[in-house]
């Protein structure tokens, strides 16, 4: 890995960081704060939250097996995919690579950043080459996205090739793990402290079930993490989420008892799709949702949205045509979907 003093943006590299009030005093017990013009009324609401999230730092490195320094905190994943493009692509120089079809918002960064932005297509199965990604890059080249298990295929990306991208690669892979709850693959975060270029992603807003809240993760070194804490807002996490936040991460087994159920549910739900004569193929996934290739997912996708039904239609997007991504809902919902279709 080339040294982050080159990687990083000058601009960002030499940034002051902003100091709060509430980042200033340290070490002493105090009672009484008059820092930061609040009103002193109206608690807890009156009060700036902790801009660093230290009490739920602490839960999730528990949970997640990652130390409190290295994880960053965002306004869900959207800040965790926004915040490698500031604090490392120069706007009109820098690229980005990342594999084909995969989730949107890594594109709509790159081009709200100025930031060329070179997509390399998926096989036949949805599978990633590392040597291709590889042959993408060139000495602008910051970051290579992998999203495992990737949306909209549903599939986990082989391991092998997540690793030989991330030891041949001279500046940042990250590797969007939103959906990796559902599925049976290791994680990479177990990895980070092997490889210093690795950002690994997660979410609350899938296996957790709290996507309202608005809270993603990024676990990378702790140097990479300080350039995150200097760029991002100083409270980019409310007190509401933070809140939030740690009560559902005090119900772990709850969230493996959704898991269960939704890979249930998965597992009725592609039965019956490869039954219905209006179904093509039904992808390998490893995700809450899976991908179906239909006779004709246009006007099938208008037909359920008449029924009230909605699902997401993915049919122009690269290598997807025809298909239509389907997320496991409840019992009830996967029926209604299921009879609406055996209608059609
Ligand atoms: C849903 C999803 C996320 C979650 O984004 P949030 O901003 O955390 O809600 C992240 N990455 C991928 C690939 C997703 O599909």
Not at 274 to 279: A, R, V
Request: with cysteine; aromatic share 10%; hydrophobic share 40%.
């Amino acid at each position: 890995m080339k040294p982050l003093s080159v990687l990083t943006r000058p601009n960002i590299w030499d940034l002051a960081p902003y100091s709060s009030a509430r980042n200033e005093y340290s070490g002493h017990e105090a009672t009484v704060f008059l820092d930061a013009n609040e009103n002193p009324y109206n608690a807890p609401l009156n009060r700036y939250p902790d801009p660093l999230q230290r009490e739920l730092k602490k839960k999730i490195s528990q949970i997640k097996g990652v130390a409190e320094e290295c994880i960053f905190l965002g306004n869900g994943s959207d800040e965790a995919i926004d915040l490698p493009y500031r604090c490392f692509t120069r706007p009109g120089i820098d690229n980005v690579v990342a594999i084909e079809p995969t989730y949107g918002m890594y594109k709509v960064c790159a081009d709200i950043n100025d930031v060329e932005y070179r997509p390399v297509l998926l096989d036949e199965n949805y599978q990633m080459s590392a040597e291709r990604l590889l042959a993408k890059t060139d000495k602008n080249t910051k970051i290579i996205w992998i999203c495992s298990p990737n949306n909209p295929t549903g599939n986990s990306m082989k391991r092998e090739e997540i690793i030989k991208v991330i030891e041949n690669f001279e500046a940042f892979v990250i590797v969007d793990e939103a959906y990796g709850d559902f599925s049976q693959e290791k994680t990479l975060r177990s990895e980070l402290s092997k490889y210093p270029n690795l950002i690994v992603l997660n979410t609350m807003s899938k296996a957790w079930g709290c996507a309202a809240i608005r809270l993603g993760m990024a676990f990378a070194s702790k140097e990479i993490i300080s350039i995150y804490n200097k760029v991002k807002y100083p409270y980019n996490v409310n007190l509401l989420t933070q809140k939030q936040a740690m009560e559902a991460l005090k119900e772990p087994f709850q969230v493996d008892k959704w898991v269960k159920i939704l890979l249930q549910e998965r597992q009725r739900m592609i039965q019956s799709f490869m039954l219905l004569p209006i179904c093509e193929k039904v992808y390998p996934t490893d995700a809450n949702f899976f991908l179906a290739k239909m006779t004709d997912a246009q006007s099938i996708y208008n037909y359920l949205v008449e029924r009230g039904v909605i699902v997401r239609n993915r049919t122009r997007v690269t290598l997807c045509n025809n298909c239509l991504r389907i997320t496991i809902g409840t019992k009830g919902e996967n029926n209604e979907l299921l009879s609406a279709l055996r209608q059609y």
